[in-house]
């Protein structure tokens, strides 16, 4: 397995030019499946992580989403990219101190997002929420590990979807100290490119989250760099698990197994994996 600096140097490596794809698993298996899939990176999903545990997104403590993280990290080959939240501090000297933590898990980057969870005052203050990234920043640095900082500003999925002030927010979060920025829940085109055009040259992930007429080239062709998924491969293994427990408990009919994954395939996969694990 390539070492910690080997895989953020790939990482970083690849927001250099053209685009590439990196979706969300929720789990450890989840995660080999998508590596052997040839998906050059990944990245956890906070919501998919928590649905796991029986709980709604944003409920999951820091030690137990750095033991997700360092699991995910120890089971592939290819880079983890950790959703981190809010970095599960308010002060900025708390962010560093958890993102040092989260440096030592085996992941290749970290995203540090900018909501409250106030549905009345949704996001940080400007200030605060710039000198949050500057903490990561400086914990990263530190860390002298090379990962990947990526900027998240929430307005969209948060209540406020103003584009001027997103973009104000990722503009500063780039000079901070971001080496990728992020505004999940803008969707247009025009959207796409004012913000890729704002915080140009560094990269933009482009969250995709529902189905899209769009390809991957229609995406590049708008200037995104990295495309993630967030919580919605989850989502569609429990559309899958629903249909089919419904189906029983509703009507007492067993046809949501159709299409089901053969046992054996899985078990042969699982197999593979573990047998290249081993030394």
């Known amino acids: 397995m390539p070492s910690r600096t080997q895989r953020a140097s790939t990482f970083l490596a690849l927001h250099q030019q053209g685009i590439f794809v990196m979706p ?5 298996g989840s995660a080999r499946y998508l590596a052997s899939l040839g998906f050059p990176a990944i990245a956890t999903t906070s919501a998919g992580l928590a649905w796991t545990m029986g709980r709604a997104d944003g409920r999951v403590t820091l030690d137990e989403v750095l033991a997700h993280l360092r699991a995910v990290a120890d089971a592939v080959d290819v880079p983890v990219n950790a959703d981190f939240e809010g970095g599960f501090a308010v002060d900025p000297e708390g962010v560093g101190r958890n993102v040092a933590l989260a440096a030592g898990t085996g992941v290749a980057g970290v995203s540090i997002e900018d909501s409250t969870g106030d549905a009345d005052d949704p996001l940080f203050e400007f200030e605060l929420a710039v000198e949050r990234i500057r903490a990561a920043r400086a914990a990263l640095d530190a860390s002298g590990t090379g990962i990947v900082l990526t900027g998240r500003s929430e307005g969209f999925i948060a209540g406020r979807p103003d584009l001027d002030e997103t973009v104000r927010r990722l503009r500063a979060y780039a000079d901070a100290g971001a080496d990728c920025l992020y505004a999940p829940g803008i969707h247009t085109r025009e959207q796409i490119t004012a913000v890729v055009e704002a915080v140009a040259p560094k990269p933009v992930n482009l969250l995709i989250g529902a189905a899209s007429d769009w390809t ?6 708008m200037g995104v760099r990295r495309i993630s998924v967030g919580g919605a491969l989850a989502r569609a293994a ?5 249909r089919a427990a419904r189906g029983i408990a509703e009507g007492g009919r067993f046809d949501g197994f159709a299409g089901a994954t053969p046992g054996p395939e899985l078990n042969a996969f699982f197999r593979g994996v573990a047998a290249k694990a081993r030394p």
Request: charged fraction near 10%; aromatic fraction near 18%; glycine fraction near 6%.
């Open 24 to 28: 969300n698993p929720w789990d450890v």
């Open 216 to 221: 991957v080239a229609d995406v590049a062709a």
């Open 238 to 242: 429990w559309a899958g698990f629903l």
